[in-house]
């Protein structure tokens, strides 16, 4: 679960960016100064709103994580290794060739139906084994 970062953290971080990059040479680290300003109003904005608005803040049931147990775990996993093989078993979608096949034999899978090429050794569709003919 992502925790959100507090706004006195941000302004912690924004004085101590500050701080340093103004102690060091404010005229070489002056981008960091203003980085470290610019986190300091991010802090104090999160903070105001953080109490303007606490139902937005609170991450609400939507968002909480899902709690599953281990049997569940293992019923999902399952699940989706069978919809993965009916997906993977599913036939193609395929267009109504635009050419007469090179091949003029009408060769057609005993399992799925489907028309083979002579040099096929597995169905493309159903993945079928084919008797090698020779």
Known sequence: MVKSIPGWFYILIGAIVSAASYLISYEKMILFFYAGVIFMGVGVAKIIL??????VSQPS??????????????QRS????????????APPFQ???????LSTTNLVCANCQARLHPSFSYCPRCGQKLAIRK
């Open 50 to 55: 953080g109490k303007v608005l606490p139902e």
């Open 61 to 74: 049931s939507l968002q909480q994580p899902i709690r599953l147990t281990p049997l569940q775990i293992q």
């Open 78 to 89: 399952i699940l989706h290794r069978i919809e993965a093989t009916q997906k993977a078993q």
């Open 95 to 101: 267009h109504a060739p635009q050419h007469k096949p």
